[in-house]
Antibody
Framework: QVQLVESGGGVVQPGRSLRLSCAAS????????MHWVRQAPGKGLEWVAL????????YYADSVKGRFTISRDNSKNTLYLQMNSLRAEDTAVYYC???????????????WGQGALVTVSS | DIVMTQTPLSLSVTPGQPASISCKSS???????????LYWYLQKPGQPPQLLIY???NRFSGVPDRFSGSGSGTDFTLKISRVEAEDVGVYYC?????????FGQGTKLEIK
């Protein structure tokens, strides 16, 4: 069965960096686009970033563009989110999600991980 | 950005009774490729969201047939024919016709 397991969350000071990982299993990771979606405490869902199956195309929400970098290592079946210059408003649970659909730019999320909590606080 | 507006924001339903959630988008979700990029997710307490319905009306694998989706253009509805206790949680609609995918505010379903 499809499994996505995030790790790397924690408490970090404003302006610092953190890297999240998402280990995938139960499917051929290298053939699927992947997304990061976040949810601030008690709030709704916000799409963060998207990467194509081979890593050649990457897209970001304006709120994280220039600060966050999505990447993947298909040899390790792992997705990453490098988060730099963190702000208090980045505090959220970060979910990795598998992309589904014919077109990358319009792909949706069919399976989600359990999430990793990132808290940005001094 | 496309704004997704859900109503109601909360719902209290007796088990066995039907429930309905509306989702309206600020722009049409019908693409020139003929598909309508509207999805429904359920986030049960303490869990990540799970996909219920894709492209308006297609139930995802394992989703009970008491869940159904309908609509077109900018107006969409999720219906639960007979609510069960396991259906509690927050329901979100989402669009992916634009790269910046956006979600509705969420509708919290409780059991009476």
């Amino acid at each position: 069965q499809v499994q996505l397991v995030e790790s790397g969350g924690g408490v970090v000071q404003p302006g610092r960096s953190l890297r999240l990982s998402c280990a995938a299993s139960g499917f051929t990771f290298s053939t699927y686009a992947m997304h990061w979606v976040r949810q601030a405490p008690g709030k709704g869902l916000e799409w963060v970033a998207l990467i194509s199956y081979d890593g050649s195309n990457k897209y970001y929400a304006d709120s994280v563009k220039g600060r966050f970098t999505i990447s993947r290592d298909n040899s390790k079946n792992t997705l990453y989110l490098q988060m730099n210059s963190l702000r208090a408003e980045d505090t959220a649970v970060y979910y990795c999600a598998r992309g589904r659909g014919q077109w990358l730019e319009r792909s949706y999320f069919d399976y989600w991980g359990q999430g990793a909590l990132v808290t940005v606080s001094s | 950005d496309i704004v997704m507006t859900q109503t109601p924001l909360s719902l209290s339903v007796t088990p066995g009774q039907p429930a309905s959630i509306s989702c309206k988008s600020s722009q049409s979700l019908l693409h020139s490729d003929g598909k309508t990029y509207l999805y429904w997710y359920l986030q049960k307490p303490g869990q990540p969201p799970q996909l219920l319905i894709y492209e308006v009306s297609n139930r995802f694998s394992g989703v009970p047939d008491r869940f159904s989706g309908s609509g077109s253009g900018t107006d969409f509805t999720l219906k639960i024919s007979r609510v069960e206790a396991e259906d509690v949680g927050v329901y979100y609609c989402m669009q992916s016709i634009q790269l910046l995918r956006t979600f509705g505010q969420g509708t919290k379903l409780e059991i009476k």
